[in-house]
């Protein structure tokens, strides 16, 4: 969900179906990111808001929170008052958060895209072609890493909208979602069953399109609740009717990951890795030998199995005893 928790109650009432939060920062409120997950079993996902962080200092978070694989950046650029930004200043900006993906191994999902007022580049896909061309540009002709693509939607329709950008063959995160439609007789949502009814609908168009990676509903609490009807909180750990009915709907579950490895040369050796060290928090050191008359070791460091989790493959070499080594390339899915 799409909200800046920090009551201990909060957490627990929503815990038991919200997967991840976000917060719009690099940080969670009430405990630290690993405390947070082992309490509630909720994952929280930073955010680079716009260009105003310190690189040194989020690669140095993300790397002491090795659980962290997602970084989210750039909230609704074609909008002012948001992290507003013009596509070139965009592009410009783009290789800071490449450098951090790289460093820590968490994927880039951004920018949050959405309709906004920029002038010249409301439209999300005017607004995109013109950051990709400006990258591209810059870069000798290479496209801008973006693991996952950010979109807000407020109104009917979020499935043609996610049609309009499947051209950049991105995932999709919804980040920010509700129907605030206003006026045009009885589509406008004014009632908390009318909003029910619409989170019921965006809820299963995410859950059932492949392209859809996670999805956060907007908000927690907000200020402008007699209008909107979107909050899922209402005192302090209490749910309200929306949030009751959020937590009820049918959620999918991930895959469990199993992985496999390839080894240059082989002659019987197994690299033996569990799914469950994906998430270690220090280096992972295998022994190799399988079926082999010797054994090697294998380092896989905690970037290394980030990069597993997330989907990418990773090659390092072996040790050379006795004589020797091997390239071990391994993968998860």
């Known amino acids: 969900m799409a909200y800046d928790l920090s009551s201990a109650a909060d957490y627990a009432a929503l815990a038991p179906g919200v997967s991840w939060w976000y917060d719009w920062s690099d940080k969670p409120h009430g405990a630290t990111v690993s405390e947070l997950r ?32 997602y970084l989210l950046a750039l909230n609704e650029p074609n909008l002012n008052g948001q992290a507003t930004r013009l596509p070139e200043q965009a592009a410009d900006l783009w290789p800071r958060i490449e450098k951090i993906a790289k460093d820590t191994g968490v994927q880039i999902v951004g920018p949050q895209i959405t309709w906004g007022n920029l002038a010249g580049y409301a439209d999300p896909v005017v607004w995109m072609d013109a950051f990709y061309a400006a990258y591209r ?94 909050s899922l909180l ?23 990951l199993a992985c496999s490895d390839t080894i240059s040369g082989n002659h019987g050796h197994v690299l033996d890795m569990a799914a469950a060290d994906l998430d270690s928090a220090v280096d992972k050191v295998y022994d190799i030998r399988g079926t082999a008359g010797h054994t090697h070791s294998v380092m896989l460091t905690v970037a290394n199995l980030r990069l597993l989790r997330a989907g990418s493959a990773v090659t390092v070499t072996s040790s050379s005893e006795p004589g020797h080594s091997h390239e071990v390339r391994a993968s998860c899915s």
């Open 137 to 230: 540009a810059a870069h000798a002709g290479r496209d801008p890493q973006i693991d996952h693509l950010g979109f807000h939607w407020y109104d009917y329709g979020l499935a043609a909208q996610l049609d309009r950008l499947a051209k950049y063959g991105k995932s999709f995160w919804v980040t920010e979602m509700a129907n605030w439609h206003t006026g045009d007789g009885s589509a406008a949502i004014d009632s908390v069953d009318k909003q029910m009814a619409q989170m019921t609908d965006m809820v299963a168009l995410c859950e059932s399109r492949a392209d859809v990676f996670r999805y956060a509903w907007f908000t927690g609490r907000w200020d402008d609740e007699a209008r909107r009807h979107t």
């Open 38 to 69: 082992d309490r509630y079993g909720m994952d929280f996902i930073p955010m680079l808001w716009n260009q105003s962080f310190n690189d040194a200092q989020i690669t140095q978070m993300l790397q002491a929170n090795p659980q962290i694989r």
């Open 234 to 256: 209402g005192a302090d750990g209490e749910l309200t009717a929306l949030g009751r009915h959020y937590l009820s709907l049918p959620a999918s579950q991930p895959a469990a």
